[in-house]
Nanobody, 123 residues
Framework: VQLQASGGGLVQAGDSLTLSCTTS????????TGWFRQAPGKEREFVAA????????YYADSVQGRTSISRLNANNTVYLEMNSLKPEDTAVYYC?????????????????WGQGTLVTVSS
C-alpha cells in the first residue's frame, strides 16, 4: 500500500491550497485517513482526520474553521483544503491511513504513511 501526498507549494499568507492524498497498491478495506504536519525544528503534529465513510471529521484547534478534509473513495483520494493560510502553517504535510474505519489523532494509530508534501506560506 502506498500513499502519495501532493499539492504543496509556495503561497502567500491569506491564500488557499488543497492537498491530495492518493492510495494505491493493495487495498486494505475500510480505513480512516489523517493529515499531519511537521514544521522546521518541531515535532510532527496532527492536523485533521476523516473516517472511511466521510461522516466523521476532526480538526486540530490550530486549523479549525479554515480547513476542510474530505474524501472520494471511488478515486482513493483524500483532500485537505486549507484557507486563510498563515506563515505558521509552513510545514511538510503527511497523509496517513489506519486500518480502522474510526478516526484517530495519534500517530501510532496509523499504519501507512505518505512521503510528505511541502507547504510554504510567505508573509
Amino acid at each position: 500500500v502506498q500513499l502519495q501526498a501532493s499539492g504543496g507549494g509556495l503561497v502567500q499568507a491569506g491564500d488557499s491550497l488543497t492537498l491530495s492524498c492518493t492510495t494505491s497498491g493493495r487495498t486494505f478495506g475500510s480505513h480512516s485517513t489523517g493529515w499531519f504536519r511537521q514544521a522546521p525544528g518541531k515535532e510532527r503534529e496532527f492536523v485533521a482526520a476523516i473516517s472511511w465513510s466521510g461522516d466523521t471529521t476532526y480538526y486540530a484547534d490550530s486549523v479549525q474553521g479554515r480547513t476542510s478534509i474530505s474524501r472520494l473513495n471511488a478515486n482513493n483520494t483524500v483532500y485537505l483544503e486549507m484557507n486563510s493560510l498563515k506563515p505558521e502553517d509552513t510545514a511538510v504535510y503527511y497523509c496517513a491511513a489506519k486500518t480502522s474505519a474510526n478516526i484517530g489523532t495519534l500517530e501510532y494509530l496509523y499504519n501507512y504513511w505518505g512521503q510528505g508534501t511541502l507547504v510554504t506560506v510567505s508573509s
